[in-house]
Structures are given as C-alpha cells and as structure tokens.
C-alpha cells in the first residue's frame, strides 16, 4: 500500500494557548475527517493523577499517545468509518455499541467531536481516510510514538516501533511567541493560567521541522515585527487546511 493510500493521523500540535482545537476542528470540517481532543483520550489513571495537580511522567505518557494512534487506526477501519456513517439518533452523541463495534471502537468514537461524527460517510468516498487529533506533542520521542516509531524517551526508556505501520502521520505545529501565547492564556474569559505553565511547556518543547522532521507544517500565530501581532485564528485555520489538503487531498 503506497503511503498516498495509506489513513493517516493529521497532528495539531503546540503549546496551551495556540489553538489546537480550533484549527483541528477546521481542518476535520473542511476537509471531512474526524477530529478527537488528545486529552480526551487520556487513559484514567491519568485524569486521576493530573486530577490531584500532579506533573505526567513519560511512562505516564506512553500508553496515552499509543492510544491517540490506536484511535486513528479503528476510526480509519471499515468497522469505524460505518459507525461513523451511521451515528446513533440522539443529536450529538457517539455511535452506540452494536455488532462488530468493539469497547475499544465504542469508547474512542464517544470521543469524537460531535460536529466530526457524520464524516465517515465522507471518509468512505476519498481515497485517504484520515483522523485529525489537538495533542501538544512538544518532544520528538513524543511525536515518534505518534508515528508508531521506535522512540527513546530518555536512557535507560526506550520504546519499540509500533507492530502495525499502516498508519502515515503528519503534524501541524502551531507556533506562537511566548508573549503573544501568554496574552492568548491570559485573556480567555473565566479561565486561570499560571506564566510558569507555560514557560515548562515552552522549556520542554523541541520544535518540528520540515527541515528535521519528515510530514511537518509550521504555521504561525503571530505577524509583524517579533511576530507580536495576533494574525487570528480563520488565517490560521487556513492555512492549516491548506497543508492537511496536501496529505489527504480534497473532501
């Protein structure tokens, strides 16, 4: 299967504050794919211990970001792209469990953003299918196991490539300067953002490059001298369809 054919799993990547789910969400509109949030997919110890304030590890991460690429392998399966074809009658809720839809389908499709749910019919007509998914993937072990890669996360922490290689990904990096980032958190109505978070962010984060890293587009948050000026998020969208378009092609 040559890699045009092959579904693929459409990264939006950055820091807080970039835009992840918006321009994600564009991209899997206008193009008619299936949009996830990646921390939706946390698995539940997880959720518990960010629930108690406490910082995720690597060995916290592995099994999250095997399931963000396990959930873009059943969504692009026949089975996953008819439940998506055929939503359960209540407005805005997932496919309910039938025959031939397994738990594991089950929970990631009560995942999908529920403006994405109908796509798979358009999924079933395109040559590509294909699966966009907001996750932060600052490191590049992250973003290697997100491409079913073998991955060092760090010595004495390797990880083996992924069994199944029928699945292409691609990232779209959202990239922002601090300050415009910071202004972006600050100014959200009714939510609390601490200037340290996204300083550790910014301090974990190794940059993509189409240069470094193959099925990568930058995209840039901000314009003018220092790239200080916000461009707003429909140019970015934009742009972000653009170069999802190029991997997948038209809806």
């Not at 403006?115 to 040559?127: D, H, I, P, V, Y």
């Not at 009714?190 to 240069?211: I, N, R, V, Y």
Request: glycine share 10%; with cysteine.
């Amino acid at each position: 299967m040559s890699n045009t054919q092959k579904p693929c799993l459409i990264i939006v990547m950055g820091t807080s504050g970039c835009g992840k789910s918006s321009a994600g969400l564009a991209v899997a509109q206008e193009l008619g794919l299936a949009f996830v949030d990646g921390d939706d997919l946390h698995p539940a110890a997880n959720v518990a211990k960010m629930s108690r304030g406490e910082p995720l590890n690597d060995e916290d991460r592995i099994p999250w970001l095997h399931t963000i690429r396990r959930a873009a392998i059943l969504l692009t399966s026949p089975t996953g792209l008819s439940a998506l074809s055929h939503p359960s009658p209540a407005e805005g809720s997932a496919p309910l469990a039938s025959e031939g839809v397994s738990g594991d389908l089950h929970h990631v499709l009560s995942k999908v953003h529920p403006s994405t749910l109908e796509n798979g019919a358009k999924m079933l007509k395109r040559e590509r299918k294909g699966v966009v998914v907001g996750c932060s993937a600052l490191r590049v072990c992250y973003r290697d196991l997100l491409r079913g890669k073998e991955a060092k996360m760090r010595e004495g922490l390797e990880v083996p490539a992924a069994e199944d290689q029928e699945l292409e990904t691609y990232f779209i990096y959202l990239h922002g300067t601090r300050p415009l980032l910071l202004n972006r958190m600050t100014s959200r109505p009714g939510h609390f953002f601490k200037a340290s978070m996204l300083d550790s962010q910014l301090a974990t984060l190794e940059p993509p490059s189409p240069e470094t890293e193959e099925g990568v587009a930058v995209i840039r948050l901000g314009q003018g001298e220092g790239e200080a000026q916000e461009r707003g998020m429909k140019p970015v969208c934009d742009d972000a369809v653009d170069a999802a378009r190029k991997w997948v092609g038209e809806a």
